[in-house]
């Protein structure tokens, strides 16, 4: 008996993708609605979130990395091939 409640509370908690979107999308649509679009923003950013719309970049590296650079050096990290073309002023 208790395996049969535990599986029902666990069919009953389970989420799927769609059922996720369909309630963010009733959230959004509820706060543009009331006029509260910080909130009807948010539900619609996770939204995006959730189908991987966005993406979350990270730079590693050491703190002091830059400071160890050339000149030259660090023009060719931040320019690449393409250097810019020196002002005249």
């Given at each position: ?17 769609e ?16 006029g509260m679009?910080?909130?009807?923003i ?7 979130q959730l ?15 830059f ?23």
């Open positions: 008996m208790q395996s049969e409640v535990a599986a029902k509370l666990s069919d009953e908690a389970a989420l799927t993708i059922q996720h979107m369909h309630e963010l999308r009733a959230l959004r649509d509820l706060g543009r609605e009331r679009l910080s909130a009807a948010a539900a619609e950013v996770k939204r995006g189908r991987g719309f966005y993406v979350k970049h990270i730079v590693t590296g050491d703190a002091d990395e400071s160890r650079m050339t000149n030259t050096e660090l023009e060719a990290f931040i320019y690449g091939n393409e250097k810019p073309a020196k002002s005249k002023h």
